[in-house]
């Protein structure tokens, strides 16, 4: 038998559990299961129990005993850093969550937990998170959203090229005609006086993904390595891929709800808490303790140069029912709505509709409610008009605690900062950010590039493309450990075919494209239908669907000649040629000249065009490489791309799947201590001379039997 060891910390120090003398703890490991294969971030869990012993009740702070107060009890919201150790050496990390307590003649007797492998960590620490929550108070790459500022987007790059501005058009039609000249129309064509061609809010950044992983690092406590693997710096591939910073449909600053409406943001309350300085005598961090003298509890509010608003309130039972109030005022003489945004959830959670005139306001509550129960929300005040020249005589904001009042000031800001020209003549990186979670952007990339996660020993992420990850593993010999008597050999796969999917396109050319085609660009259906995948008619289809939006760009040729001027641009309206709200949009950046330059509205001296040749060209392609999943015709070439991202990534794990000499094998092995303590998961396994991969391995800890799932290993491809 082997000594089983099971540490967990807390309160910065190392406890080891006691165990049953009886417990079996087994664990089954597996990081790509074949029968899951859309499946990220896969590890163990297992769930045993804990003998009721004294240390063990202390360590729990007596979690049973409903009478100890919550203060002064065991946290079970959170898993807590945990270790397994196999005769005193280190087998997994991990962490272990307490699940409840078994009583018997109404004393403990036992404790139900679960550990959990360490990547359950990275689901945890970005659990509910987005793009601009972590992005939140980022202002490196915020800029003047004017003519000069996006053309060196557009020619080339800002902040080294983690910003650009491609090609897209969020609403208006690009043309190139040579033959037409008409001020103020989209055709590219420059005849070196008419103002026409491209104009500068025709157009929306996009940040370099890898900005996005870096951010995630600085943030989340999720460390990747940057230094090696899929992230590495020197990837070229990933170096390339953009997100386009498309969060409303339309222009920026407005949306298209039947006619042209601005969204004002406040972001900014001079006067007020501002960038440190308080009002008052207040003194920093504002906070007025509440409740009895002997258990104060703090209700706090903080006001940030970003104007948004920290509002912290606590109830405790018997004590006097604190809470802010908090009232915006704006006085126009335009129509108006008003609501107050919530910025973590980005939820609206009070709004006033047709106001104008003077005293206008809209109040919300921070209130907390139940005995020894906390809320805190970050708010910010947003302003809606069909108005285009709306404007604001005066706003102020107002703070009120429930029962003790200690603040009643305004501020006031200048009229023309609450004007919509405001809002969209500076680009707020954090505020253009596409609605999506971390977790699911993450997700998507790993499915995109069939890529793996790992921990390392130095506790930072691999992340690995999956042929990467087994060519990396090694060889070891275990056939002295195998039960001969226990052994089958059974089929592999428990489905029909894969198909990968984009979600349901959104923009004209892709809804077309579906229509005339039958299938949607930049999907495989069938991946049984591609080279060196054998058909087989057993199981249902599995479909592995990411979370973002596949576009069509469209080739610019002259309407006068039909000859090709190296213009590809995206239009971002939908089937009624309207402008529509999409799902998040990666793409390559491609640096292309065009063959006879094109035409920048306003970009002369005065009202007069300016004629550049290179633009950052978004591209599903990149040299062979496309991100498609299938095979397409290029829009920028013409020439079909075969090097999808099935054939890239995808091709040898899939084929060698369905490849009719495939096999599960499933056995008994009794692994000594050291395999056990240094084998992974990508390794080799050769049994009788034969090797295998490793699908998962069930272990019993104490006594090494393990139940292993393997596959023989092919060489298809």
Not at 216 to 237: P, R, S
Not at 556 to 585: C, E, F, H, M, R
Request: with cysteine; glycine share 6%.
């Amino acid at each position: 038998m082997r000594e089983v060891q099971i540490l967990i910390r807390q309160n910065n120090s190392w406890d080891r559990l006691e165990l049953f003398k009886d417990e079996t703890i087994s664990l089954t490991q597996t990081i790509k299961n074949a029968r899951d294969i859309g499946s990220i971030f896969t590890d163990f869990t297992q769930s045993f129990t804990l003998p009721a012993s004294k240390f063990n009740n202390k360590v729990f702070k007596f979690y049973y005993d409903t009478n100890i107060s919550s203060a002064d009890n065991f946290n079970p919201n959170d898993k807590l850093p945990s270790q397994i150790l196999l005769n005193g050496d280190l087998f997994r990390r991990g962490f272990l969550a307490l699940n409840g307590v078994e009583m018997k003649d109404n004393n403990p007797f036992s404790y139900k937990v679960t550990f959990f492998g360490e990547t359950v960590d990275i689901k945890k620490r970005l659990k509910d998170l987005n793009l601009r929550n972590i992005f939140d108070g980022f202002e490196d790459y915020n800029h003047t959203y004017d003519v000069n500022t996006v053309t060196q987007g557009l020619n080339s790059s800002l902040f080294s090229g983690n910003i650009i501005y491609p090609l897209i058009s969020h609403t208006e039609r690009l043309t190139y005609d040579s033959n037409s000249a008409v001020a103020g129309s989209r055709n590219l064509y420059y005849d070196g006086t008419t103002n026409q061609g491209i104009n500068f809010r025709d157009l929306k950044p996009a940040i370099r993904l890898r900005r996005i992983i870096d951010r995630i690092n600085e943030i989340t406590g999720v460390e990747f390595d940057m230094t090696k693997g899929f992230f590495a710096l020197n990837n070229q591939e990933f170096n390339l891929l953009y997100l386009w910073l498309s969060r409303e449909r339309g222009k920026l600053g407005q949306s298209y709800n039947g006619s042209e409406q601005f969204i004002i943001d406040i972001n900014s309350i001079t006067g007020f808490f501002q960038n440190g300085g308080y009002q008052g005598g207040w003194t920093p961090p504002l906070e007025r303790f509440f409740g009895n003298s002997t258990n104060p509890q703090p209700v706090a509010c903080f006001i940030s140069n970003t104007g948004k608003i920290f509002c912290r309130s606590f109830y405790e039972s018997g004590v006097v029912n604190d809470y802010f109030t908090l009232t915006w005022r704006v006085d126009s003489t335009e129509t108006f709505d008003l609501e107050i945004i919530d910025t973590i959830t980005n939820t609206v959670v009070a709004s006033r509709t047709g106001l104008s005139g003077s005293n206008q306001t809209i109040q919300h509550d921070v209130r907390a409610v139940g005995s020894g129960s906390v809320v805190t929300q970050f708010l910010r005040l947003r302003i809606r008009t069909n108005d285009a020249t709306f404007s604001a005589s005066y706003m102020g904001l107002a703070i009120r605690y429930k029962y003790r009042f200690f603040a009643n000031r305004t501020s006031n800001t200048e009229s023309q900062n609450l004007s919509p020209n405001a809002l969209v003549n500076d680009i707020s990186i954090p505020l253009q950010m596409p609605n999506i979670k971390v977790l699911d952007l993450l997700t998507g990339l790993f499915k995109m590039f069939n890529l793996t996660a790992f921990f390392q020993e130095d506790g930072k992420i691999l992340v690995q493309e999956l042929d990467d990850f087994y060519n990396a593993g090694g060889e070891t010999d275990i056939t002295a450990f195998i039960d001969t008597e226990k052994k089958s050999v059974n089929y592999p796969i428990p489905y029909q075919e894969i198909a990968f999917r984009y979600q349901e396109p959104k923009t004209f050319l892709s809804i077309n494209f579906k229509e005339i085609n039958g299938y949607q660009f930049g999907n495989l259906e069938n991946t049984t239908t591609e080279p060196d995948v054998q058909q087989t008619d057993r199981g249902q289809k599995y479909v592995v669907k990411v979370p973002f939006e596949k576009m069509i760009f469209e080739p610019l040729t002259d309407q006068a000649d039909g000859s090709q001027q190296n213009l590809l641009y995206g239009w971002t309206v939908d089937k009624d040629q309207g402008p529509v709200a999409i799902s998040p949009l990666i793409f390559y950046r491609r640096v292309t000249q065009s063959t006879n330059g094109y035409s920048v509205q306003d970009r002369g001296v005065g009202s007069t065009p300016a004629q550049l040749t290179a633009y950052n060209r978004a591209a599903n392609s990149y040299l062979n490489n496309t991100l498609n999943f299938g095979n397409e015709i290029d829009e920028f070439t013409g020439i079909v791309k075969e090097d999808s991202l099935f054939f890239v990534y995808y091709r040898k794990y899939i084929s060698d799947l369905f490849n009719r000499q495939r096999r599960l094998v499933k056995v008994t092995a009794y692994l000594p201590v050291n395999f056990l303590l240094t084998y992974k998961l990508n390794d080799c396994l050769i049994i009788n001379g034969r090797k295998y991969q490793i699908n998962s391995i069930k272990t019993n800890l104490q006594t090494g039997k393990s139940e292993l799932q393997l596959y023989n290993k092919l060489y298809s491809i």
